[in-house]
């Protein structure tokens, strides 16, 4: 459930989302927008790095459950 379950992780990323954007009201154009997005992201990722505890049984009983969907990703 911890995987799935996501919303806290979630809800991080866009309040760094947020704290970049409400910095800066007004942005030229929109490339300006994504650009500031995109560097943000990027910073935000560099927070990604725990590893997820148990993650080959979950990824086996998702298999089991979802398996056409993950071969999709592959």
């Not at 809800?11 to 989302?17: A, D, F, G, I, P």
Request: charged share 25%.
């Amino acid at each position: 459930r911890n995987v799935i379950y996501t919303t806290n992780a979630i809800e991080n990323y866009h309040r760094s989302l947020r704290k970049v954007t409400k910095s800066k009201t007004i942005f030229p154009n929109e490339a300006s927008l994504m650009r500031i997005l995109y560097l943000a992201t990027m910073n935000a990722t560099k927070k990604w790095t725990s590893t997820i505890q148990n993650w080959g049984i979950i990824y086996s009983q998702l298999r089991i459950i979802f398996d056409k969907r993950i071969d999709e990703f592959k």
